[in-house]
């Protein structure tokens, strides 16, 4: 049974292999990804952030672009672009 991290996450196993610039920091926070300039919609949840990006698991990653803004409830949007992706979370980086 592979090991994961109290998120769900697989655990880091080497913070050498990390190859983030800042600190992340855990959130739980509702935002909403904004796309074809501003006349598409869809709700996600920031689940850690850092100065760089943030990791976010969106209501449809099928259909999440590559590139959106990305407007917190309560923070500034921010531009971003899609750096990886798996079937339930995307990492992404402020442009």
């Given at each position: ?15 050498s ?71 339930k ?7």
């Amino acid at each position: 049974m592979e090991r994961s991290e109290p998120n769900g996450l697989p655990p880091t196993e080497d913070a050498s292999h990390d190859r983030r610039r800042g600190s992340r920091s855990r959130v739980s926070m509702a935002a909403l990804i904004v796309f074809r300039d501003g006349y598409c919609t869809m709700g996600c949840r920031i689940l850690n952030t850092s100065d760089t990006g943030a990791l976010l698991k969106p209501g449809n990653i099928a259909s999440c672009p590559t590139k959106f803004v990305l407007k917190p409830r309560f923070d500034p949007p921010r531009d971003c672009e899609v750096v990886w992706r798996n079937d339930k979370l995307l990492g992404v980086r402020y442009l």
